[in-house]
């Protein structure tokens, strides 16, 4: 894919194996994104998510947690309304100690432009409240392309806020931390009053934010893109990531050291 090896596991995700059942001592988190977090374009074991994983388990040195998984859950051309289906539809089975959303700039363009096929060509919409926000628009099938998108402009930031406080709260429904991580696209940074918006949607909800705006300072745009035409991070793009993620998580132990103790002693407590 895009000239470089693409491996999915058995449960659909690009990549490596892992059991459904989380094992005893592992601080697990489940990772939601696009084209971008799925690795496009770079070869298998070069994602940001891999070489993170990697660092975590190298620099690993608790008594509570003997390894660390990031389950990436992310499909090339997701917005955020397949994001909360995917989370709907069996995130939870795989019993996530966090699940991170990476957002791009954008967010609210790029929600509505990857909800629009599935509403124009009358798929079956599975989350209620997308279906709520559909029927008072008054957006179907049968809605032009330019006027079902100027309507869910109307609402657009909306279905974000929505969308995140789904995330937020199936993710401490089932015992995980839910946390935002701002990814910036090659080409195109995030513009402050979007950040701050999401940011302080975020902190609304009680969502922990890993801030990666700086993730490629000090490269050029044509160092780190996979082609002229094509701007999905190389694997040198990963590797910046990967630093930017890693010292940001880093610096905020307790959002995934914390969480494994609280659940183990929950879990003991727990026990006859």
Avoid at 79 to 96: E, R, S
Avoid at 226 to 244: L, R, S
């Amino acid at each position: 894919f895009k000239h470089a090896k693409l491996t999915t596991n058995a449960w659909g995700m690009r990549d490596r194996a892992y059991t459904k059942e989380k094992p005893d001592s592992t601080f697990r988190m489940a990772l939601l994104g696009a084209s971008y977090v799925m690795g496009a374009g770079v070869a298998d074991g070069e994602t940001f998510e891999a070489l993170v994983e990697d660092r975590l388990n190298q620099a690993t040195g608790s008594d509570s947690i003997a390894a660390y998984e990031i389950l990436n859950f992310s499909v090339g051309g997701y917005g955020l309304a397949q994001q909360v289906a995917v989370l709907d539809g069996g995130v939870f089975d795989f019993a996530p100690d966090a699940v991170l959303y990476v957002v791009q700039p954008e967010e609210v363009r790029r929600t509505i432009e990857r909800l629009l096929p599935a509403v124009l060509e009358g798929k079956e919409i599975g989350v209620e409240y997308i279906r709520e926000i559909l029927a008072e628009l008054g957006v179907t099938a049968e809605t032009s392309r330019p006027e079902a998108r100027r309507l869910l402009f109307t609402r657009g930031e909306e279905l974000v806020e929505r969308g995140y406080a789904r995330i937020a709260a199936q993710s401490r429904a089932n015992g995980a931390v839910p946390v935002l991580v701002c990814l910036p696209n090659t080409r195109r940074p995030f513009e402050d009053d979007e950040f701050a918006f999401l940011k302080g949607l975020a902190e609304r909800l009680d969502m922990r934010v890993v801030d990666l705006r700086d993730a490629y300072a000090g490269r050029e745009v044509s160092e780190l893109v996979v082609a002229p035409w094509d701007a999905h991070p190389n694997n040198t793009g990963h590797t910046m990531i990967a630093n930017a993620f890693f010292s940001a998580i880093a610096r905020q132990p307790d959002l995934y050291a914390t969480t494994i103790v609280q659940s183990s002693a929950q879990a003991s407590a727990d026990q006859p």
